[in-house]
DNA sequence: CTTATGGTGGACCGAACGGTCAAGAACTAC
DNA sequence: GTAGTTCTTGACCGTTCGGTCCACCATAAG
């Protein structure tokens, strides 16, 4: 009935994404989004509504990617203490030249107090993330590899904090060999087995 | 010999260092500067130069006094442990409304892949928190507090990664029970004593 | 006093910003 | 074919950006 899009809309959001990603909100121009995009600026308005709401669409696809990845992450390893180890050594494997950081916590530092909007979707994101890792801490519980009587939730929170430290570590451009020994050091100490010991 | 300066550099550097705390360095504009350290802009320029510079400036103080305090915070502690201790509760003590992060991250955050400089300025801060830390955990080993077998650096690593995690987290609006909670969680799981097992 | 020196504040600049809009192009339904 | 609808493009708008510049001012030295 009409003239179909010329644009994959996907394409456009990983594009636009990895600008965000790249350059932050702000210091992202209009042009930037149609250079990376191939759109023009009407197009990008029909579609997408303004920046903050592109962004904010950008935001939400990012973290649910995310969960998504952590839920089969989680779910798909045979022993939950080895996907909990994983999840500590990933930021490792960020390239060298690609050590971005993760872009919501990027963008919970940049926009914070500017747009509640962004915190609270760090917060809900953050909550979530808790939530997938908690279980998984109780499944490692129940399969003997951690001890039992500690607190899942507790767990799953300072795992995740150590986490985003690690990820923050990585993005100021320590070298791998440090970033690793870092990583294993937290993995060590939160993820006591008794092998360790 | 010549007019004197109306203002006091401190209180400008104070006032600037706000206001990029609270709005980024993208988002603040040269008028924000101007409102906040009541200079003009040509006053501004002539002191301090342009606003990169400024900024740059800006973060080079905040580092400092923050390497001021940690040296303070963990010489002056009667017992080792306790300084470790205090350093990986204290973001918990942000009142609520003040949930700022830590200037250095943000930046790191917001300019890491456009401005190397700060991206090498926070590299040299970690590295340096990492050896105030490393030294305190040394001590806390001689005093008997830590087990002695654990490399002093990985441990000051782990700790700082976990600070930064907590310091992140509480941006995000973590009501404060539950970053207590997680705080205690890191601190139990990273400084193990007797009394805890 | 006069003069030299540096500080101050705001007018001014060109560029870039986010955003709007209208005219035309590409498609489907008929 | 024609009509109707959506998408695309780029010109255009007012605003704000970072930065420069200069007339003016306050002081100290002589």
Known sequence: MARPRTFDEKQVLNAVRDQFWDAGYAATSLEDLMRVSGLGKGSLYAAFGDKRQLFLRVLNSYTEANHGRLRE??????????????????PVDD???????????????ELGNA?????????????????????CVARAQR????????DPVALARA????????????????????????????ATR??????DD
């Open 115 to 135: 747009d509640p909007e962004v915190l609270a979707h760090a917060h809900r994101t953050y909550e979530t993330s808790t939530a997938l890792i908690g279980d």
């Open 95 to 109: 390239p060298a030249g690609t050590r971005r950081g993760c872009l919501m916590a990027n963008s919970a530092s």
């Open 159 to 186: 795992l995740l904090a150590a986490q985003q430290g690690l990820v923050f570590m990585s993005r100021t451009g320590m070298d791998t060999a440090t970033l690793t020994a870092t990583a294993r050091s937290l």
């Open 143 to 150: 399969e003997g590899d951690l001890p039992a009587e500690a």
């Open 190 to 195: 939160l993820l006591p087995t008794s092998a």
């Open 73 to 90: 992450a989680l779910a798909g390893a045979p022993r939950a203490l080895d996907a909990l180890r994983m999840l500590i050594e990933a």
